[in-house]
């Protein structure tokens, strides 16, 4: 280690040293998106059936999962989720990463949450063990959830990109997936580009490879 005199810091933060630390490469982390496929989502889905039937995993828990896929909201949108929150046309979240924001949701998201068992006592949709409290750790049964349904590489996270990758492949634009993950910035959408480019793309084929099919059956 270099060997500063005592007045180093002073020195430094004054600009007289140059920073220590100026030649030390940064760990380049690489972001991870991973999008699960219908065959994904369906076993994923019928594997939270299975876990709450024989209570592996708790109900609470799995209605969590549940609500994370159809909703593509954060993992903690869900976990603070209130009954207060929920209107007939969507649910207001007073608080989030991004601040305040509705979430819009569709009729099967109402026939979830009307599935849910109420707890007068409880202001919270997903209820933990502690009365009055939410489900705090989700973690835990994700990682019985993922493995039994041979996800092991599955974050929690993923749901939410994996509902963003559903929205484009029928039709949404990059604005509308913007609008309804809560985005506050036209940037965050852009990372979902290049599946609309690639959802594009498969179009052009199936339509060429289509009229194609049409000009060979005329000759």
């Known amino acids: 280690q270099p060997d500063y005199p005592a007045a180093s810091v002073v020195d430094y933060c004054s ?27 369906n076993r994923l889905w019928q594997t939270l059936e299975t876990c709450e039937k024989d209570q592996s995993v708790s109900a ?30 969507g649910i207001y979240l007073p608080d989030s990463k991004t601040g305040a924001k509705k979430v819009y949701i569709g009729k099967e998201v109402h026939e979830l949450l009307g599935r849910i068992e109420r707890d007068d006592e409880n202001p919270y949709v997903i209820p933990g063990t502690v009365a009055g ?7 835990r049964p994700w990682r019985k959830v993922r493995k039994l349904a041979q996800l092991e590489n ?19 634009t990059l604005a509308e997936i913007g609008k309804l993950l809560g985005h506050t910035q036209v940037q965050t959408t852009a990372r ?28």
């Open 192 to 219: 979902y580009a290049h599946l609309a480019e690639r959802i594009t793309q498969n179009a052009a084929e199936r339509s060429s490879e289509f009229i194609a099919l049409c000009v060979t059956r005329r000759k």
């Open 60 to 89: 609470p828990a799995c209605n969590a999962y549940r609500l994370l896929i159809l909703t593509g909201c954060r993992l903690g949108e869900i976990q603070t989720l209130k009954w207060d929150y929920i209107k007939a046309d």
């Open 15 to 41: 600009g007289g040293l140059t920073n220590p630390c100026r030649h030390v490469k940064k760990y380049h982390e690489k972001k991870r998106e991973r999008f699960l496929s219908e065959e994904e989502i």
């Open 133 to 139: 409290e939410y489900l705090t750790d989700l973690q």
């Open 154 to 172: 599955v974050r929690i996270h993923d749901l939410r990109h994996s509902f963003a990758s559903f929205a484009l492949a029928h039709g949404a």
